[in-house]
């Protein structure tokens, strides 16, 4: 199960629904905090969801998808200790960052509010460093830079006005905006962009960013900026 499942927010999970009285849990796996459980009860709690009918393929692990790979290790580097993850989605990315960097406060953005609704359930769960919001980042009026790390992945070719979504993230962001997009055409309708290394660079650029870092894997484009001219 270890290698299937990205343990602590799917027993996060498990445990706020408990709270609700959707399954049965001991009170001993509620009431201990999250980081104390032992990776047995860990298990014991994603089993309960299981035989609840919950749908806890949602948490199954992604690390070792290569653009998930790729983005974990620029943050390794960064070490951030705030990130906003926008258009979090099914959490692909999430929930593989918040097992791994559990010092980090991450505040996640989703249009969508059964998104919203699940990493709320995660947060309320136990996962504090977590809060989960309906927004749309264009529209977001949080002080500049109140991020150290931005993070737009598989997002950006999903939103109209695409130039807006990158002025938003870079004010937001202290020091990186991390992106990866899909780098070349695909028969998805909801992809209205193709967003090339030239034009990632033309509208960061834009948006005043000079410092570019790009990297590709498995039909992914991924780029890192450094805001305020910070050399990477």
Known sequence: MQDRYVMKPAAAYVRSM???GVLPVSRALLDQPLDLLTREQQEQLIEAGQAAGLKM???KSHADLPRVKSVLGMLRGIQPQSLL???SGRGVFLFTFLQEFPWTEVTSLDLLEHR?????AVAAGGMENLTALRQDICAWDMPDGSFDVVTLLEVLEHIPDVGAAVRAAV????RYVL???PSK???NPEHIHLLTKDVLTELFGEAGCTKLSFSGVNGHLIMMASVGGRVL
Do not use: T, W
């Open 85 to 87: 993850d926008v258009g």
């Open 185 to 187: 055409p695909d028969d």
């Open 116 to 120: 919203v609704e699940l990493l709320s």
């Open 18 to 20: 408990a709270g609700k």
């Open 179 to 181: 992106v990866s997009v």
């Open 171 to 174: 004010r937001l962001a202290r």
């Open 57 to 59: 393929y949602r948490f």
